[in-house]
Each structure stands twice: as C-alpha cells, then as structure tokens.
C-alpha cells in the first residue's frame, strides 16, 4: 500500500464518523458535528473532547480522528491511538478499524500486525454491511504479512476481547450449590 493511502482511509472514515451517531446521544454530537462540518475544528474538538472524557465512544472515535489529521488539535498519533483505544475497547467498530490500521502502519505505535490482525478482525464482524466486505480486505492485506501463529494469536485475542465484553458464558453456580467433576 503507497504510503498516501492510510491518510485517505483515515479521511475517508472520518466522513462516515461525523455522519451517523447513536440517537441516546445525537443531540450532544450533533453540536460538535455541526462546528466541524462549519470548519470551526476548534469547537468541535472541545464539543467532542468533553463528550470523549465522559466515555462516550462514539466521540472518542471522532477526537482520535481530529488528532490523527490534525484538526482542531495538533496533529499527534499517539493521541489519536489513547482515543481510538478507549472507543475500540467498547466496542466502537470505526474506532477498532482504525486502531487496526495504526498498529499495521505503525503510527503512534510500534508496527504490530497481531493488534492490528485483532483489531481489524474485531471492526470486520462489528462491521454495517456497507463497510464489511473493504475492512475484512484490509485485514487480509495485514494477515499476508503474518505467519500462521501469528494470525492464530490474533485471532484468540479477538476471541478473548469478545469474550470479555459478552461476561461468562455460563453463569456461576448459584450459593451452596455441589460442585460435580464430570471426569471422575
């Protein structure tokens, strides 16, 4: 991949960042994403850092972009990946996608196609049918560089992550209830 495409991509995904937001909380992104809209970089990033610093994802996701290009902040990439982390961890599939793509091209953080792999894997299956199909094609592109064991790691950290955010799959016995030991 030219080095110019990471940018675009980046661009690109920010478009559908700014776009679309949970309806619990479109009113508070709405003002954010009308100053960025207007060009008002500045604003939009005191809108959406406030709302990122209350854990809302979908900012989060919005603030890491403006850092990645420069927007309303200076340009910092170790920022954009803090952010972007913060929303991937909840599972905000844009934010998965483009911690992903820090890790492959190894911005803001040591080049890292396992996390990459992980976090592109974790954005393919969260993906809206629209963005499905170009994010599993970057994933691959990142799996021709790995051997085997390193697809197969990535892919038991993404098992790990899903599994931690979904809790136990059985739950726990309930108080004074006989634990059984199906091998004896």
């Known amino acids: 991949m030219r080095r110019g495409r990471p940018l675009l991509a980046l661009l690109a995904l920010g478009a559908t960042l700014l776009a679309a937001s949970p309806p619990a909380r479109a009113d508070s992104?709405?003002?954010?994403?009308?100053?960025?809209?207007?060009?008002d970089y500045a604003?939009?990033?005191?809108?959406?850092?406030?709302?990122?610093?209350?854990?809302?994802?979908?900012a989060q996701a919005i603030l890491g972009f403006m850092f990645?290009?420069?927007?309303?902040?200076?340009?910092?990439?170790d920022a954009?990946?803090?952010?972007?982390?913060l929303a991937a961890e909840q599972g905000e599939t844009r934010?998965?996608?483009?911690?992903?793509?820090m890790y492959d091209k190894g911005l803001g953080v040591p080049i890292d196609t396992v996390?990459?792999?992980?976090?592109?894997?974790l954005a393919t299956a969260g993906a809206t049918p629209r963005n499905r199909e170009y994010f599993?094609?970057?994933?691959?592109?990142?799996?021709?560089?790995?051997?085997?064991?390193q697809i197969a790691e990535?892919?038991?950290?993404a098992l790990e992550w899903t599994e931690r955010q979904r809790g136990p799959s059985l739950p726990p016995p309930p108080p004074g209830a006989i634990a059984i030991d199906p091998l004896q």
Do not use: C, I
């Not at 954010?32 to 809209?37: L, M, P």
């Not at 604003?43 to 979908?58: M, Y």
């Open 29 to 39: 992104l709405a003002s954010g994403r009308a100053a960025y809209a207007r060009g």
């Open 43 to 58: 604003k939009a990033a005191r809108v959406f850092t406030t709302l990122a610093e209350r854990g809302n994802a979908r």
């Open 68 to 77: 990645a290009t420069g927007q309303g902040v200076p340009q910092a990439y």
């Open 80 to 85: 954009a990946v803090y952010w972007y982390r």
């Open 95 to 101: 934010a998965q996608y483009l911690l992903g793509l």
């Open 115 to 121: 996390a990459a792999h992980k976090w592109l894997n």
């Open 136 to 149: 599993q094609r970057l994933r691959d592109a990142v799996a021709s560089k790995m051997t085997l064991g």
């Open 154 to 157: 990535a892919q038991w950290l």
